[in-house]
């Protein structure tokens, strides 16, 4: 027995001395099949959109099949706890978004946002948020949402894309500065909370501003204020929170990727720089500037990694008590 033992103590260490090398010679073969970026949302939602224009690029420079899996419910959480769950190959990764730092706010997590990942880059940062209310009710702004509800209390709902999102803790906060009584409605993504706005289900809603601005700019709801620290120089004329008399009120969206934790450093590496190349150029900024979003400047695994867990400091130091 006492042989038997250390021939198993010496077969961990060299198990644990190869595992570097293991590491590298998956990396090195990386990528042998099919990669999936799993979005935790619908098709045609914030975190959907700049994943479908990253992965034929991908693919285009990985040489395997990129492909879209939607996989929705929890607030994010179905599709987060997949990915976590999955092997750490390099060949399953999350669409991340801000919901996985305000989740952890109010909500029972099946997974560690930090622990269980490994940040791979941040694709784009943004949009803020926009209130918007139904055409057919008298408020056009901050000020006018605050005296209805206050005259009507209990009767102001609110549409987001479930508990623990950016949007459900700005409807949080809005109801606690202001003094008034908001009921949130949930929806299965953003997108849908604002089609509910416009088709008089709820009241109002925050929704990301790509969805928020052709509504306003149709007349089909009312833009009431932005999120965002400033106003936007391509809509000057909607006031902030913070102008509304909020000063803390300031909430951005993000979308990036995270692989499952213990992914080989290599892979990883390789991912972000494929992902820096792509959210560069010309072609990929034009396409998403119209809806507030941009590319980082510091976009490695580290800086990613750093603003997550920023991001999630900030949303606790914020979450109504």
């Known amino acids: 027995m006492a042989g038997y033992r250390i021939s198993a103590a010496l077969l961990g260490l060299a198990l644990a001395a190869m595992a570097p090398a293991i590491a590298c010679a998956q990396a090195d073969q990386y990528p042998g099949r099919p990669i999936t970026l799993v979005v935790s949302y619908p098709a045609g939602g914030l975190s959907d959109l700049p994943a479908r224009a990253l ?19 929890g607030s994010g959480m179905v599709a987060g706890a997949y990915v976590a769950r999955s092997e750490p190959g390099g060949y399953t990764l999350l669409v991340t978004s801000s919901a996985n730092v305000t989740n952890p706010q109010g909500v029972a997590m099946p997974y560690n946002v930090v622990a269980d990942f490994a940040p791979v880059g941040m694709i784009l940062e943004g949009p803020a948020l926009i209130l918007i209310s139904n055409p057919s009710l008298p408020l056009k702004s901050v000020a006018e949402l605050i005296v209805y509800g206050k005259a009507n209390p209990g009767k102001l709902s609110f549409g987001s894309s479930g508990s623990g999102t950016v949007n459900a803790l700005a409807i949080a906060q809005l109801g606690a500065e202001a003094g008034i009584e908001i009921v949130d409605v949930p929806y299965r993504g953003i ?4 089609i509910a706005v416009v088709a008089g289900e709820i009241e109002g809603a925050f929704v990301f501003q790509g969805a928020a601005r052709p509504l306003v700019a149709e007349g089909k709801a009312w ?4 999120t965002a620290q400033k106003r936007d120089p391509g809509w000057p004329e909607l006031p902030t929170m913070v102008e509304s008399g909020f000063p803390k009120f300031i909430h951005q969206g993000f979308v990036g990727l995270v692989a499952p934790a213990k992914t080989p450093p290599a892979v990883v590496a390789l991912l972000n ?6 959210v560069r150029s010309d072609a990929f900024r034009a396409r998403f500037a119209p809806s507030g979003m941009h590319p980082v400047e510091n976009n490695s695994p580290a800086d990613f990694d750093a603003y997550i867990r920023r991001e999630i400091e900030r949303h606790k130091e914020r979450a109504p008590k």
Do not use: D, F, M
């Open 55 to 73: 992965a034929p690029e991908l693919q285009a420079r990985l040489g395997v099949p990129v492909v879209i899996e939607n996989r929705v419910g």
């Open 273 to 278: 720089k494929h992902v820096n190349e792509i």
């Open 223 to 226: 833009g009431l204020a932005s």
């Open 191 to 194: 997108t849908q909370a604002g």
